[in-house]
C-alpha cells in the first residue's frame, strides 16, 4: 500500500457529509472488479434499482444511481426536463435551493424564486399564493437544507401540485436514509440524492428517480437534452431491458459499496434506522443544551441528521473545530454563506448516527470550550 495511504487515521466525521462509513461497505468497495456488462455485474445493478425504489417507496422504473456526486443529480434532473424559457419556480431557504437556481438558470430557464430566512422553513401559504398567480413546467425544493439544519415541508408542497400539470423536484441529498421519504405518495416526480450522507456511502454516486410524469416530460422535449454524459434517455438503455448498451463506463467498485449501504439500511428495518437518528439528535441537543449550548433552528423543524449549533460569543469557531480534529479526530463543519462564523453543523448521519459518537463529541467539546 502506498505510504499516504498506510498512515490515514479514521476519523469520527460529524459534519455535513461525509458520514462515517461500514467496514462491509468498505470491504465491499475492494471486491474484484467487474466488467461493466458483466451479467453477474447486471444482477447488482438490478438489485441496487430495486433497493432504492424500497426506500423511496416508488414504483417509478426510472430509478437508478447517477455516476457523481449529489450536484451531478441535481444537474442531471434540471438538464433532462429544462428547455429554454421553461418556468420554473425555486423554493429557497439555504445554498442548496440556491445552487438549483443557478443550475436552472444556466439552461435558459425563466427561474422565479421564493426566498425564505435562513434558518426557517419554506412557508407552504406562501407557495400556494404564488402557484395561484402563475403555473409552472416544475417546481423544486431542498427537503433537508443541509447549510441550516432545517427540513422543509416536502407533503405539503407535493399536496398542492397534486392536480397540477407542474412536475414536483425535490434534493433529498441529505434526508433519504435518515428520515422517511414517500415518493409516490408526496406526489415527488423528480428525485435526486447522494451516497456520503445518512446512506454512509463514500460519495460518488448519486440516486435520482423520475416519475411516469417526467419521464412524459423527458420524451416530449422539443431539443436534445444538452448534457451527453447526465443524458437520461442513453443512460436509461445501460440501467434496463435485456440488452444492456454501453454508455459510460459504470464505476463498478462505488456500485458494490452502494450494494452494501441499500442493503445494511434495509436489513436494520427503515423505521429502526429513522429512530435511531431521531434518538441520537435529541441525546445530542439534551447533552449540548447541558453544556450552555442552543439550536440555531426551531424545535417543530429541526434535522434529525443535520444539527445547527449556534456558536456562542467570544468563542472562535475555527479554533474549535481544529482542536476537535487534530485532538480527538473528530470533524465537524462549519456554517456557510450568511450563517459562517455564527453556527456549527454537527452530522448525525446514517452510521454515525450512534449514541456513542454523541457522547464522544460531548466530551470532547467539554474539553475544548472555555
Ligand atoms: N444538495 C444538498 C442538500 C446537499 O447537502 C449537498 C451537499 O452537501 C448537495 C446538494 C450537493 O452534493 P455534492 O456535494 O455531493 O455534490
Redesign the pocket.
Known sequence: MNDLLQTIEPVTLMG??PSCVDASVLAALSKPTLGHLDPYFIKIMDTIKQQLKTLLHTRNELTLPISG????G?ECCFVNLIEKNDPVLILINGV?GR?MQDVATRLGAKVDTLEFDWGTPVIVDVVQKELSKKSYKLVAV?H????TGVLNPVPGIGALLKDKDTLFLV?A??SLGGMEILMDDWGIDVFYS?T??CLSCP?GL?PVSFSPAAVAALQARKTKVPNWYLDLSLIMNYWEGATRAYHHTAPVNMLYGLYQALGLILDEGESHVFERHMAAHLQLVRELDLLGLRMQVDASCRLPMLNAVCIPEGVDDAEIRTRLLSEYKIEIGGGLGPLAGKIWRIGLMGHTARPENVDKLIQALAAVLP
Open positions: 455535513p457529509g456526486t449529489g450536484s451531478a441535481m442548496f445552487r431542498v433537508a437544507e443541509t447549510s434534493d441529498v441529505t447522494g456520503q450522507k460519495p448519486s
